[in-house]
T-cell receptor
């Protein structure tokens, strides 16, 4: 079973920041938080991952709370191409990825 | 990021035939690859973990005799759906791990008539 809880859907206006929350209250000390997204009929795309520090790359920022029980993925300037299902997954870095139901993000003009 | 390819991207076959799907890591070596299946409007379901040079590990409820996995090299894993039936029609996706990150292929859509 997935160890995370995400809202089923969210909307975001184009050009605005999209903040996608994820709860992982049972996360273990050696489990990372990973974010992937899946655009319709494609394979999932890796976005970012982190252990306890906040992380940023060219796609997004990952904010992990101090107690590590929740995190937020931030897309700073959402575009229509960011419309996808976003998955938050926790796992030990060499373990398998178990997908939950994710958040369907709809970016509108 | 690293690139993972799958072939074919789609396949249509008759019931009772076998279908082989290839998964390749193009710019890295992967000792471990994973196979997933996704039905319409559902999330990805892990089927098995493929380890180079050893037997695959199947998730509970996945028939190992029906879904044959071979991981003969560090860049290639294959999934063979044997004696396919219409209920096997699905989107099959592989992933390959390098370091802490798993990268996914584009998927193969299987339709069994």
């Amino acid at each position: 079973d997935a160890k995370t809880t995400q809202p089923p859907s969210m909307d975001c206006a184009e050009g605005r920041a999209a903040n996608l929350p994820c709860n992982h209250s049972t996360i273990s000390g050696n489990e990372y938080v990973y974010w992937y997204r899946q655009i319709h009929s494609q394979g999932p795309q890796y976005i970012i991952h982190g252990l306890k520090n906040n992380e940023t790359n060219e796609m997004a920022s990952l904010i992990i709370t101090e107690d590590r029980k929740s995190s937020t993925l931030i897309l700073p300037h959402a575009t229509l191409r960011d419309t996808a299902v976003y998955y938050c997954i926790v796992r030990v870095d060499t373990d398998k990825l178990i997908f939950g139901t994710g958040t369907r993000l709809q970016v509108f003009p | 990021g690293a690139v993972v390819s799958q072939h074919p991207s789609w396949v249509i076959c008759k019931s009772g035939t076998s279908v082989k799907i290839e998964c390749r890591s193009l710019d890295f070596q992967a000792t471990t690859m994973f196979w997933y299946r996704q039905f319409p409007k559902q999330s990805l379901m892990l089927m098995a973990t493929s380890n180079e040079g050893s037997k695959a590990t199947y998730e509970q409820g996945v028939e190992k005799d029906k879904f044959l996995i071979n991981h003969a090299s560090l860049t290639l894993s294959t999934l063979t759906v044997t004696s396919a039936h219409p209920e096997d029609s699905s989107f099959y996706i592989c992933s390959a791990r390098t370091g802490q990150v798993s990268y996914f292929g584009p998927g193969t859509r299987l339709t069994v008539l």
